[in-house]
């Protein structure tokens, strides 16, 4: 996995370093050229492609909303400036931020400091009258700790402060959770509703939003909820891009405790049903499966404790923790040659535009099983095509398509997903794609500008020249 070696106040310094003062004669600069062209250094040299191999991210989530959520614990570790000053970079990138934050630990500290034990039942705090004033109160000191942060300038002087503003409000109606397993909850409660409206607003206005775990029912009653509901209903209620969760673990382990990097919602819902009663991951995989079954795009297991996982996470291709997105099984599956005329009725009215090139029927049957097909309500609305080069090493997605009416929900990125998936296992590390009209779509899902000679030879001497396809590439 790549990781981002420069932090942000050391861009800057790169940047400001590299200039010369505004009174400096042209003598002084001239003299300067020779050190300026100079071979670049070990660090530099591995930021440059680090920093080019981002835009592309920085492209696709501007204006996109995120709902990160952590613990109290992470508000009181020593990685919390770090953290904060990440979020300040996300906001700066025109990122629309949403904060869930919980408060365990500061809540735990204040009942010992006034003689009280706490009760938890599932792994839910048991919150009595006697303890929601400690629940408000430690929220609170949370709460005004991170707003603190959020208004901090840049450690580097030389920048210009961007002042981000943070707002709140009684975004969350909350009830009781009751009684279960014949315990009752009291003031514990869930959501309701989420006023999405009211945030969306903040949001437009350029705010971050703070959300705690608080909530409020309409007879004027408290409730104290858990980071992950607030969270996960906030990103449902808000259609979000993404719902990030900060956990102890660097993500979720497969048996030999390596991060499992992506993880479709059918896998991640199995693995928390195996996961240990009340741990990190029973909780948070679990609310990052809901959220993504109910419409969120992309959710994020990643390590709290690793400094700038959520910048490695979001902004390399690898990332760091782990991805969960919409089961591929719900809409996707390999084609079978009963499917070949549905397959036509996709794909030939782009062959007609000259978007795609022309494919007989017959040699769509001897193929068929290089197809994924993807379907609503079982009806198939999309293709996409796998041709692997295993001499090569890579692999063409070809034909990908999707019914007009189906446009722009997210089809495409599924057929290209599948396809990267089954070229990985077949042990294919890089993915092409030759294309006229469509060179903005791959770009921004992480393809770069290549040349013909960088494909596989026997690709080469199929290529039509009078098309003059423009060619892509994608590690995988």
């Given amino acids: 996995m790549r990781r981002a070696t420069v932090s942000a106040d050391r861009i800057a310094n790169m940047t400001l370093e590299s200039e010369p003062p505004a009174a400096a004669s042209a003598a002084t600069i001239a003299n300067a050229a020779p050190a300026m062209t100079a071979a670049p250094s070990t660090e530099l040299s591995a930021f440059i492609p680090s920093f080019r191999g981002s835009a592309p991210y920085i492209h696709a989530f501007r204006g996109k909303t995120f709902v990160v959520a952590f613990g109290g614990e992470v508000v009181a570790d020593d990685t919390f400036p770090n953290f904060i000053a990440d979020l300040n970079l996300l906001a700066s990138l025109g990122i629309r931020l949403v904060l869930v934050h ?7 500290k204040l009942l010992e400091q006034r003689g009280m034990e706490s009760h938890y039942h599932r792994g839910i705090r048991v919150t009595d009258e006697s303890q929601l004033g400690s629940v408000i109160g430690a929220s609170a000191r949370a709460r005004a700790r991170i707003e603190a942060a959020l208004s901090m300038a840049p450690r580097t002087a030389a920048v210009t402060p961007i002042h981000n503003r943070v707002t709140g409000g009684n975004f969350v109606v909350a009830k009781p959770i009751g009684v279960v397993d014949g315990v009752d909850m009291k ?7 989420i006023d999405a409206q009211a945030i969306n607003d903040c949001l437009k206005d350029g705010d971050i939003v703070l959300m705690s775990t608080l909530g409020y029912s309409t007879s004027g009653d408290t409730f104290n909820l858990t980071v992950e509901e607030v969270a996960t209903q906030t990103a449902i209620a808000l259609k979000a891009s993404k719902l990030i969760f900060l956990l102890d673990t660097p993500g979720v382990l497969d048996a030999d405790g390596a991060v499992i990097s992506t993880l479709y919602t059918r896998e991640a819902a199995d693995i928390a049903n195996k996961a240990p009663q009340a741990s990190d991951v029973q909780f948070f995989l679990s609310a990052a499966v809901r959220a993504c079954q109910k419409g969120v795009a992309r959710a994020h297991l990643i390590g709290r ?7 490695q996470e979001l ?3 690898d990332g760091i923790g782990t991805m969960i997105s919409v089961d591929s099984l ?31 029927r017959a040699l769509i049957e001897r193929e068929v099983e290089r197809f994924f097909l993807a379907e609503h309500d079982g009806q198939i609305i999309g ?5 692997p080069f295993p001499e090569a090493n890579k692999a063409e997605l070809a034909c990908l398509a999707v019914s007009p009416d189906y446009r722009r929900e997210g089809y495409g990125e599924r057929l290209m997903t599948a396809v990267q998936k089954a070229a990985k296992e077949q042990g294919i590390n890089t993915l092409f794609v030759l294309t006229t009209r469509t060179a903005a779509w791959f770009l921004e899902r992480g393809f770069t500008p290549a040349k013909i000679t960088d494909l596989p030879e026997k690709k080469q001497a199929l290529y039509n020249f009078e098309r003059a396809s423009q060619v892509y590439v994608k590690q995988i």
Avoid at 335 to 359: F, M, N, T
Wanted: net charge positive.
């Fill in 102 to 108: 919980g408060a365990r630990p500061q809540v735990e």
């Fill in 383 to 387: 293709c996409a095509a796998l041709y």
């Fill in 305 to 311: 404790k690793l400094d700038g996982a959520i910048l």
């Fill in 315 to 317: 902004f390399t291709r």
């Fill in 187 to 193: 003031y514990s409660g869930e959501v309701r509703r």
């Fill in 330 to 360: 719900d809409n996707l599956r390999p084609a079978k040659i009963e499917d070949v005329g549905a397959l036509l009725s996709i794909i030939e009215p782009l062959e007609r535009q000259g978007i795609l090139v022309a494919r007989p």
